[in-house]
């Protein structure tokens, strides 16, 4: 019986983000003492549960190989709504909850019907209305912070289950696990997948482009709704500025976990861990006293480096399926 051979070098390129988290937890560890510390970690994943839920939603686009860059001010927008409806209206806070999350939807689902009807990719018609939820969050905000939010609402940002677990990174982990296996192991995963990979062989397999389009659009509303619910929830407030440069961040981390540029690869897994590796880099630069804007560099790098490798990635393969076709072919005339 023949056996696989191991092979690290794959095992490496196939789990990046892992390795790299693991290099900065123990660099991390070693000049940090309380770095390990339950509290310090719990604290960590708290303060980026929300950009790991949104990473989900905005996961699944990439992956169809869409690219949205609106929702740094999509998140803006419905967290001052979401603020506005709390403190101004009165009203309740599941109440708010609900129309954040639907309203954050129907955006969605209005830049995907934008992007079918014009027949334009979904990162030209996202910049356009980026500018107009840029202009729409200082409308409605005026510019001014929004304060003193219901304790009802601030539960799910700021509540901590038993003094240790925040309730957001438990809604953060069931998110996952539960997505992770829609995307793994149903046929909408295996659908998405085929989307990303090549729509026009999707299209001739019998999948309906539109409504497949139409259904992420949906996810991702839902998943950046509730990563904004737990951001304003955590900071107790709302202002016009606070989703700004989300999409990039998060771009970052999902480039970093596998997720191709190109669409039609990647895991949830992978993705986990490169934003725990944005956000550990961060957190760790902010302790050493980094200028902010220098972090924006260290960022901007990362990027670039993710979408080098993937594009690397993407050629090595091409040659070993040309070499095998011609391995092939030379074989048929022997």
Do not use: H
Request: a positive charge.
């Amino acid at each position: 019986m023949n056996k696989k051979k191991f092979d690290i070098g794959k095992l490496i390129s196939d789990n990046v983000a892992w390795f790299v988290l693991l290099l900065l937890v123990i660099f991390f560890g070693i000049f940090s003492e309380n770095f390990f510390s339950l509290r310090n970690i719990m604290n960590l994943l708290s303060q980026n549960a929300y950009l790991l839920i949104a990473s989900i939603g905005i996961t699944f686009v990439m992956m169809s190989s869409g690219m949205d860059l609106s929702v740094g001010y999509v998140m803006s927008t419905i967290g001052v709504v979401g603020a506005k409806l709390l403190v101004d209206v009165g009203l309740p806070s599941w109440l708010v909850i609900i129309l954040m999350i639907v309203i954050t939807v129907a955006i969605e689902l209005l830049n995907t019907w934008l992007s079918i009807k014009l027949n334009l990719q979904l990162l030209v018609v996202t910049i356009a209305t980026m500018t107009i939820f840029q202009g729409a969050t200082y409308i409605i905000s005026e510019s001014k912070t929004i304060n003193n939010l219901p304790d009802s609402f601030k539960f799910w940002g700021q509540k901590y289950l038993f003094g240790i677990i925040p309730v957001s990174v438990i809604l953060m982990v069931i998110l996952f696990l539960v997505m992770s296996f829609v995307l793994n192991k149903t046929y909408f995963g295996r659908n998405v997948y085929a989307l990303g990979g090549n729509p026009e062989a999707a299209r001739l397999a019998g999948i309906n482009i539109n409504k497949m389009r139409y259904m992420i659009a949906a996810i991702e509303g839902v998943f950046i709704g509730i990563g904004v619910i737990l951001l304003i929830g955590r900071l107790g407030s709302a202002v016009s500025t606070m989703g700004v440069g989300t999409e990039f961040t998060v771009m970052t981390g999902i480039f970093l976990g596998g997720v191709s540029m190109r669409g039609g690869e990647g895991k949830l897994s992978g993705v986990f861990a490169g934003i725990l590796c944005i956000a550990l880099l961060t957190n760790g630069m902010q302790l050493a006293g980094i200028n902010i804007y220098f972090q924006y560099v260290v960022r901007g790098v990362i990027l670039l480096a993710a979408i080098g490798y993937d594009v690397y990635q993407m050629a090595r393969r091409n040659n070993m399926k040309k070499k095998k076709l011609e391995e092939s072919r030379e074989a048929k005339r022997a």
